[in-house]
């Protein structure tokens, strides 16, 4: 979904995400995103006081991306 937003991809390869997690995970249970946040914080790959994400670009290519704690925590908060 931040890849969608931030414009990395587009509404059908998300829909084909979204369908694949679903299949494997089931449904996802409700999450907090400042809690998330809060554990994001603490990942070895963060740089620069940033948060490190990895992105779906398309099929078989992914970027990784940084963003700040509180561009993290409102993207997760309109994605969940």
Do not use: F, Q
């Not at 084909?16 to 449904?27: N, Q, R, S, Y």
């Not at 603490?42 to 991306?65: C, F, L, Q, W």
């Amino acid at each position: 979904r931040i890849a969608l937003k931030m414009g990395i991809i587009d509404a059908d390869y998300k829909s084909k995400l979204d369908e694949l997690l679903t299949e494997v995970t089931g449904a996802l249970p409700e999450l907090d995103a400042a809690a998330l946040t809060a554990l994001a914080l603490h990942d070895k790959k963060n740089a620069d006081g940033k948060i490190s994400v990895i992105v779906p670009v398309r099929e078989g290519e992914t970027k990784e991306i940084y963003l700040t704690a509180d561009e993290y925590c409102k993207m997760l908060e309109e994605a969940l």
